[in-house]
């Protein structure tokens, strides 16, 4: 007998938690600097590129997997052959390790949603920040292990809420929460932008932001640029969307859903350009300073920049609740997007049910992340295992993924017939080219860039010890790749849904 793996209830619903999973942090403190940095509104036309040539396709790529093989990473591509299988559990892995730091990120957003109504950082956000996270930086990072109490209570806050969503199930939990969320996180972020449109320099801002650097585009890191962006933006070829269509009805439109996601997606980039550097044009004129040196991203741009600006502006709190709140829902439906891949691998294997699936997993995980993301070392750890994951992990999983499906098992064809089946439009050749050409190219290049970057060290990380390189970057590549590999090669088990009735 096979446990059931659970379903979404409809389109909509698988809607709503695929621009649940999309919509992130990327869309917020990752889109708006990317684009001023590369280009500016110059930026339109690589991004537009990039979305049309790799995003959507292999959204679509996802998309058809998942569905037509109905199951999770591991499950789909072993029913590709055996061997495949443990491009399924790489997959999976990446999911894991970034689940295990984006609840960090969660936690630091859902304390500073508290914080923000008494703007409890004071004057110096930056030095309030470094006593919250208590966050070791070179040298140091070599030695303390100790737990920050704030940052430990907030982090059991966040993993007990994705336990119980996760525990729920794909609709119940899953696609119940993004229906909430996603609304409300677009209610919250345009009252957001609004606002920030309101505050004075803001127009200064936003010139910055869209003022074309049409030379940048004979830049070919613009277009990489432009391309990282797109592959982390929608959060393809690394199981989430795959596992999520997986839970789809038989007869659904794949092409015309994937187009209303990839479209949504880049809308909140946009908005969040907007509000952004709305934001930091007020930011600018309050210090008296260039725009160009108040642009920040990631955990700068959240947790000191974002801050200030809410200390300086009228009615700031509300400006804070807004934004943290934000960042709490776009986060909160990526997270549980990224550990449902793992859920339901596990399931899928083992033929186990969804409670007990959901125990065995999310607890381990969130007692791995808890130990050692709210320690001192939570920072710096943060911030190599984000770099190697977006610069190698997905890029290369997403790289070897294309060439595998176009020219090893040559699974094209079969999932351009499905993709048309119940398609709204139909696809052919020029989606096979993308998947089979552009995409590798353009991975390939990346990754070269970034061995590159890797080896000459012109990067942030530099400033850790060689060691911490070397455990939390390469050992865990690697280990990666061969758990994956181990993983492949446990047999499946009688009652797992691989050998399924129907
Ligand atoms: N796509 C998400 C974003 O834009 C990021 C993400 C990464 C989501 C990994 C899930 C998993 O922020
Ligand atoms: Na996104």
Redesign the pocket.
């Known amino acids: 007998r096979r446990a059931d793996r659970g379903a979404f209830a409809g389109r909509t619903t698988f809607i709503f938690a695929a621009i649940g999973?999309?919509?992130?942090?990327?869309?917020i403190w990752?889109f708006p600097a990317v684009a001023y940095e590369n280009g500016g509104g110059a930026f339109i036309l690589p991004y537009l590129v990039a979305l049309l040539t790799a995003g959507i396709p292999l959204l679509f790529l996802d998309y058809a997997i998942g569905h037509r093989w109905r199951g999770s990473a591991p499950a789909a591509w072993r029913r590709f052959t055996r061997w495949t299988e443990f491009i399924g559990w790489w997959q999976v892995l990446i999911?894991l390790v970034?689940a295990l730091y984006y609840a960090l990120i969660l936690a630091w957003a859902t304390n500073y949603t508290i914080f923000s109504i008494d703007q409890r950082w004071g004057d110096d956000a930056g030095a309030f920040f470094g006593e919250y996270t208590q966050a070791l930086g070179g040298a140091d990072a070599t030695v303390a292990f100790d737990f920050v109490p704030a940052v430990l209570i907030s982090m059991i806050v966040v993993w007990l809420a994705v336990i119980v969503v996760m525990a729920l199930g794909v609709q119940r939990g899953i696609a119940a929460a993004s229906v909430i969320f996603i609304p409300l996180l677009i209610i919250m972020f345009i009252i957001l932008v609004v606002r920030s449109l309101f505050l004075p320099g803001a127009i200064d801002g936003l010139d910055a932001f869209f003022q074309p650097n049409w030379g940048a585009l004979t830049d070919a890191k613009v277009w990489i640029a432009a391309y990282g962006q797109i592959f982390?933006?929608?959060?393809v070829a690394?199981g989430?969307m795959l596992t999520y269509s997986s839970y789809l009805k038989k007869k659904t439109d794949l092409t015309g859903s994937g187009l209303v996601v990839g479209f949504a997606?880049s809308g909140f980039e946009l908005l969040a350009g907007i509000g952004v550097f709305s934001a930091l044009g007020f930011m600018a004129q309050a210090q008296g300073v260039a725009i160009d040196e108040v642009v920040t991203d990631g955990v700068g741009l959240a947790f000191i920049a974002f801050p200030t600006i809410i200390s300086e502006a009228p009615a700031g709190a509300i400006i804070g609740v807004l934004f943290f709140g934000s960042l709490v829902l776009?986060g909160f439906t990526?997270m549980i997007?990224?550990v449902e891949v793992v859920i339901s691998a596990v399931q899928d294997k083992f033929g186990m049910a969804r409670i007990p699936a959901t125990l065995a997993v999310s607890i381990p995980m969130a007692v791995v992340s808890i130990i050692l993301f709210s320690t001192t070392m939570g920072l710096p750890l943060l911030d190599v295992m984000d770099k190697w994951v977006n610069e190698y992990g997905i890029v290369a999983a997403a790289a070897v993924s294309t060439i595998v499906v176009s020219y090893l098992v040559r699974g094209l064809p079969t999932l351009r017939d499905h993709l048309n089946r119940y398609g709204t439009f139909p696809i052919g050749k020029i989606w096979m080219l993308c998947v089979a050409v552009i995409a590798p190219l353009v991975l390939g290049v990346s990754l070269v860039l970034s061995t590159y970057d890797l080896v000459t060290s012109e990067t942030t990380y530099s400033e850790y010890p060689g060691w911490f390189n070397l455990v939390f970057g390469w050992l865990m590549a690697i280990s990666l790749v061969v758990i994956a590999i181990l993983l492949s090669l446990i047999p499946w088990s009688r009652s797992s849904n691989l050998y399924k009735a129907d």
């Open positions: 999973s999309a919509v992130g942090l990327g869309n990752r999911a970034i982390f933006s929608l959060s690394f989430i997606n776009a990526s997007s990224i």
